[in-house]
């Protein structure tokens, strides 16, 4: 929710703050707001159409909140590391779980470029979202339906892209690759969209999430 509050707000929980400062922000909210600057090849992000909600809350749900639609009833999930307030919906009746960003369809894997994301809390969300009660399963970018079978081999491979990403990066660093090396490596994205700003946010913000990750295992870093 705080994300939602403000522009501001929106581009700090989103990594550009992390990535390049406070100036940045400050000027990428001047010009989302201008509504003559449109930077349409970065999609979203440069679109003020997509923002006009944003500082509008009108109102909101908690975590393991129960919401009754008459007949049909949905349980909150919340599923952090995706965002900190991340949350899947499971609607009991139906046996359905809307699982939003675990896009399991997807080539690219997790996202987790925000300055909240945390990667732990991904794969232990994904866990969650395996022991609920579901029996099909849905998300925010794909139009497909799982089983819970499906789902679940699915959401394996998936995940199985962190680790990935973790043993090129400790590849990479092994060859003697330094910081900002990796940071142009193209290791989340494809390099030639990294001279896009916000894509270069999250690409820098995933990697130093596995930087820290790796830190952690006494890995050397340069």
Wanted: glycine share 8%; net charge neutral.
């Amino acid at each position: 929710m705080e994300a939602l509050k403000s522009l501001k707000n929106y581009a700090t929980k989103y990594g550009g703050e992390l990535v390049f400062g406070i100036d940045w922000v400050d000027n990428w909210v001047s010009k989302i707001t201008s509504h003559e600057n449109k930077y349409l090849e970065q999609g979203f992000v440069y679109d003020p159409q997509f923002f006009k909600s944003v500082g509008r809350i009108t109102n909101t749900f908690s975590t393991d909140e129960v919401v009754s639609f008459g007949k049909t009833k949905l349980e909150v999930i919340h599923s952090p590391g995706h965002s900190e307030g991340h949350c899947c919906f499971f609607f009991p009746s139906q046996g359905l779980c809307f699982a939003t960003d675990y896009n399991i369809g997807s080539d690219f894997g997790p996202w987790y470029g925000g300055a909240d994301s945390d990667i732990d809390l991904l794969l232990l969300s994904a866990k969650k979202l395996i022991e609920i009660d579901a029996k099909y399963y849905i998300n925010s970018h794909d139009p497909k339906i799982y089983t819970k079978r499906e789902f679940k081999r699915g959401l394996s491979g998936f995940l199985d892209k962190i680790s990935g990403r973790e043993e090129k990066i400790q590849i990479l660093l092994e060859k003697g690759y330094s910081y900002d090396d990796l940071c142009s490596e193209g290791i989340f994205y494809k390099k030639k969209y990294l001279v896009l700003d916000w894509v270069k946010a999250w690409e820098v913000a995933m990697l130093i999430k596995h930087l820290k990750r790796l830190n952690s295992e006494n890995v050397s870093i340069r």
